[in-house]
C-alpha cells in the first residue's frame, strides 16, 4: 500500500485548502487500509466520513474561485460534478453489497491526488491575489474585525 502525501511542489499556497488536501488524502490512506483488510464496517463507516468532508471542501474551493472571479470556475466545477457522480456510482455500489471497497480507495486516491497537484494549482494564483487584496484591504479598515481574522487565518 502506497501513502499518499502532498510534496511540497504540489501544494497551492493557500494554507486552509492544502491542510485539507492533506486531511482528505489521509482519510482516504486510511480507507484503502480498511479496503484492504476486508473490514466492511470499518469501510463503510470511512465513506460516510469521507464524502462529507470533500463535499465540503468542494463547495468551500468554488466559493474561493467565485470570489475570486476565476475564468475557469465552470470547468473546474465539473470536474467536482463529474468526480463526485463517479463517486455516487461506487457508494451506490458498495451499499448494494459490491466488494468494490479497493476499486473505490483507488479511484479516489488517484483522481483527488491528480486534481490537488494540477487544477487545483491552476486556480491558487488567482485567489491567493484575491486573498491578498481582501487581507490588504481588510487590514486597513480594522486588523481586528472577525473579517481580517479569518482572512489571516486561510491565507
Avoid: C
Avoid at 500500500?1 to 482528505?24: A, C, P, W
Avoid at 467565485?66 to 473546474?76: F, G, I
Amino acid at each position: 500500500m502506497t501513502t499518499q502525501h502532498l510534496k511540497h511542489s504540489d501544494l497551492t499556497g493557500i494554507g486552509v485548502i492544502d491542510d485539507q488536501h492533506e486531511e482528505i488524502l489521509g482519510l482516504i490512506n486510511s480507507l484503502t487500509k480498511s479496503a484492504k483488510s476486508g473490514q466492511r464496517d470499518r469501510v463503510e463507516t470511512m465513506v460516510d466520513s469521507i464524502v462529507p468532508i470533500i463535499l465540503a471542501h468542494f463547495e468551500f474551493e468554488e466559493e474561493l474561485m467565485e470570489q475570486a472571479d476565476y475564468t475557469y470556475l465552470k470547468v473546474h466545477k465539473r470536474l467536482h460534478d463529474h468526480f463526485i457522480q463517479r463517486l455516487a456510482d461506487y457508494t451506490h455500489r458498495f451499499d448494494n453489497g459490491e466488494s468494490i471497497a479497493v476499486e473505490m480507495a483507488n479511484f479516489m486516491s488517484s483522481w483527488l491526488r491528480g486534481h490537488f497537484t494540477r487544477e487545483d494549482r491552476d486556480y491558487s494564483p488567482q485567489v491567493l491575489a484575491e486573498m491578498s487584496g481582501l487581507t490588504n484591504d481588510a487590514a486597513a479598515l480594522d486588523s481586528n474585525s472577525w473579517f481580517s481574522r479569518t482572512l489571516r487565518k486561510i491565507a
